[in-house]
T-cell receptor, first 114, second 111 residues
Framework: ELKVEQNPLFLSMQEGKNYTIYCNYS?????LYWYRQDPGKSLESLFV?????AVKQEGRLMASLDTKARLSTLHITAAVHDLSATYFC??????????????FGPGTRLSVLP | DAGVTQSPTHLIKTRGQQVTLRCSPI?????VSWYQQVLGQGPQFIFQ???????GRGNFPDRFSARQFPNYSSELNVNALLLGDSALYLC??????????FGPGTRLTVT
């Protein structure tokens, strides 16, 4: 069974600071996604990481993937209040023909304080 | 282009009742997946349909069922509702093997 863990689960940080969210998963997968969710809203896709060593950056967020360690990181640089949200990583699990489901981590609830 | 649409937006039901949730995928997407997100948790996979056939099923009881129509829209049915079924139900559409695009969700409250 594929399990996905995130830490920390809760993160309170000050504006301007840097921090990293970690995502560990238990079995091999060829794709990992990061999503953002605002309260009461749906999931917004941030990054898809397709291979070992993949690194993607968008604004103050940078995601990386180490498939050998089964670890992905989401690094936040110089946080601003607008980044306050819950961040999920999701790992793709293949099931039979054409079957793919996403296994999500529990989420990291980020609060950026002024 | 229209994104994934879901209806209704909110729904309140009583224990023991049945509910049907609807999803329309992005035009051209033939795969639809359903996820349940309980408050404070990550989404949990329920079903995936591709070309009107079930391709994957999560660890949910038989009270949960779904189907996909010839136009690739989908319905999720839940029978004999329990309080624990209260959640945000998310539908996602995709091309095979590609990114999932999530809809706005249906908020189900069971009282």
């Amino acid at each position: 069974e594929l399990k996905v863990e995130q830490n920390p689960l809760f993160l309170s940080m000050q504006e301007g600071k840097n921090y990293t969210i970690y995502c560990n998963y238990s079995t091999t997968s060829d794709r990992l996604y990061w999503y953002r969710q605002d309260p009461g809203k749906s999931l917004e896709s941030l990054f898809v990481l397709l291979s070992n060593g993949a690194v993607k950056q968008e604004g103050r967020l940078m995601a990386s993937l180490d498939t050998k360690a089964r670890l992905s990181t989401l690094h936040i640089t110089a946080a601003v209040h607008d980044l306050s949200a819950t961040y999920f990583c999701a790992v793709v699990l293949v099931q039979g023909n054409y079957g793919q489901n996403f296994v999500f981590g529990p989420g990291t609830r980020l609060s950026v304080l002024p | 282009d229209a994104g994934v649409t879901q209806s209704p937006t909110h729904l309140i039901k009583t224990r023991g009742q049945q509910v049907t949730l609807r999803c329309s995928p992005i035009s051209g997407h033939k795969s639809v997946s359903w996820y349940q997100q309980v408050l404070g948790q990550g989404p949990q996979f329920i079903f995936q349909y591709y070309e009107k056939e079930e391709r994957g099923r999560g660890n949910f009881p038989d009270r949960f069922s779904a189907r996909q129509f010839p136009n690739y829209s989908s319905e999720l049915n839940v029978n004999a509702l329990l309080l624990g079924d209260s959640a945000l139900y998310l539908c996602a559409s995709s091309l095979v093997g590609s990114d999932r695009y999530f809809g706005p969700g249906t908020r189900l409250t069971v009282t």
